[in-house]
């Protein structure tokens, strides 16, 4: 009898409590607007002190020699011994493993100096269809004849000339050079 009217004050008491601790946890004190948004806008403050590189751009310096529980394996990821192992190793251009290089195959003749001229041919034809009484290497090189007009050129004898013309140029053919002068022409060499 006792328990049974113990049990419904118990559950008073209870509700009681329940609603004066009710008001205190859910009252705040109420927070300002600029406090507010203070509290969403506020970024980190970028200086010297929270500077980082961008993730991934920095990477760990591989540790070697460490052990085969540094994960770079007890040869410090070169692999077994020999010639890949070692330090300062490189091979040169045309290196065969060993093996005779093709380089050193294929038989060699002749001689090709390395203070050979190479010129820049123009045939008659050529002067004939610039059509004009002055031919120099900056004329040409503008009408398309030649490429460059540092470079030297030489005057060849194909075709022939109608009208006298003026031509500096490094060296003509003796063709080139009989022509020229057939047709009133002139034919005046540049020092290279």
Do not use: C, W
Request: no cysteine; proline share 7%.
């Amino acid at each position: 009898m006792k328990k049974e009217s113990q049990a419904p004050k118990n559950a008073a008491i209870k509700k009681i409590f329940k609603k004066k601790a009710a008001p205190s946890q859910s009252v705040k004190a109420p927070q300002s607007p600029r406090r507010q948004e203070e509290k969403k806008e506020k970024a980190p403050f970028l200086g010297i002190h929270n500077l980082r590189p961008p993730a991934g751009s920095h990477k760990r310096r591989k540790l070697l020699g460490r052990g085969s529980s540094s994960g770079h394996g007890k040869t410090s990821t070169r692999g077994s011994k020999g010639q890949t192992s070692r330090s300062g190793r490189a091979t040169y251009p045309g290196f065969e493993g060993g093996q005779m290089p093709l380089i050193r195959k294929v038989p060699k003749r002749g001689f090709v100096s390395k203070f050979k001229k190479v010129y820049q041919l123009v045939n008659i034809k050529d002067l004939a269809r610039i059509n004009e009484p002055l031919v120099t290497p900056e004329i040409l090189e503008k009408r398309g004849v030649i490429k460059d007009r540092n470079k030297p050129v030489k005057i060849l004898g194909d075709g022939e000339l109608s009208s006298a013309v003026t031509i500096h140029a490094h060296t003509a053919s003796s063709s080139a050079a009989e022509k020229i002068k057939n047709a009133g022409g002139k034919l005046q060499l540049i020092d290279a």
